[in-house]
């Protein structure tokens, strides 16, 4: 296994439907003591968890608020589990996906990157049986640091050691749905994959200048081919 695909979540694989948003609400209210974010903060795309409560509390400092992740993960998934029926319900996975895990699952490693929080991700995963084709524990998490560019060498360092060997440059594979995701593959020098399921249309994206542009993965055998064409 040569490649190293390393997919976001929220956007990309699936979206919940505002169920994990609720939830993460509860647990800033819950451990931050705010009552509702500024509705100008509130755009949660491309961003880690982390940064996204930096957002909300624009009095408190990083460290501050890194003091505080763990107590918050710890609500979030309390929130979450309770909303585990509701979210399997609202939530939707885009067209292709299933098929695409399926198809480069055991030809590569495929893992998370994600902005969410590494126990938030494992629930919305699981809950939607994507877990399986994911090497879970080779990923890297909104906890894992602020900025979302950081958690490729993050998530390249824990897939290195867990198969033995180097993944560098084209070697990775980013695929994600914001112009962050592809901010963060080419200031670490992967491949950028952009598809327009998340907020961003097409037209969006473009500017960017990602790799590969798609609107979706539904045409798996040719989204397969230039996914992974160098």
């Known amino acids: 296994m040569c490649k190293l695909v390393l997919w ?6 699936l979206q919940t439907s ?10 800033v209210r819950q451990v931050m003591g705010v009552i509702d974010p500024p509705a100008e903060r509130t755009f949660y795309s491309g961003k880690t968890d982390w940064q996204i409560i930096c ?15 763990p107590s918050f993960s710890h609500a979030y998934v309390s929130a979450l589990q309770q ?11 885009f067209p292709g996906v299933v098929d ?3 198809r480069l699952y055991g030809a590569v490693v495929q ?14 995963l699981s809950a939607l049986q994507l877990a399986e084709y994911l090497d879970l524990d080779a990923g890297a998490y909104g906890n894992d640091h602020y900025n979302r560019w950081s ?35 080419k200031a670490n020098g992967a491949r950028t ?38």
């Open 8 to 13: 976001d979540i929220d956007g990309t694989l």
């Open 18 to 27: 505002g169920v994990s948003k609720a939830a993460m609400h509860m647990a």
């Open 55 to 69: 957002d909300m509390l624009p009095d408190r400092s990083i460290d501050a608020i890194a003091e505080q992740l």
């Open 83 to 93: 909303r585990i029926p509701e979210m399997i319900e609202r939530s939707q996975i």
């Open 100 to 102: 695409m895990l399926q």
């Open 111 to 124: 893992a998370p990157l994600t902005g969410n929080v590494a126990p938030v991700a494992r629930i919305k």
């Open 151 to 185: 958690l490729v060498p993050i998530a390249v360092e824990r897939a290195g050691r867990r198969y033995q060997r180097a993944f560098t440059g084209s070697d990775v594979v980013i695929i994600g749905d914001t112009p962050n995701d592809i901010r963060t593959g």
């Open 193 to 230: 994959v952009a598809v327009a399921t998340g907020p961003y249309s097409l037209n969006d994206l473009r500017p960017y200048e990602p790799d590969v542009l798609l609107p979706d993965l539904s045409a798996c055998d040719a989204a397969l081919e230039i996914i992974l064409g160098d």
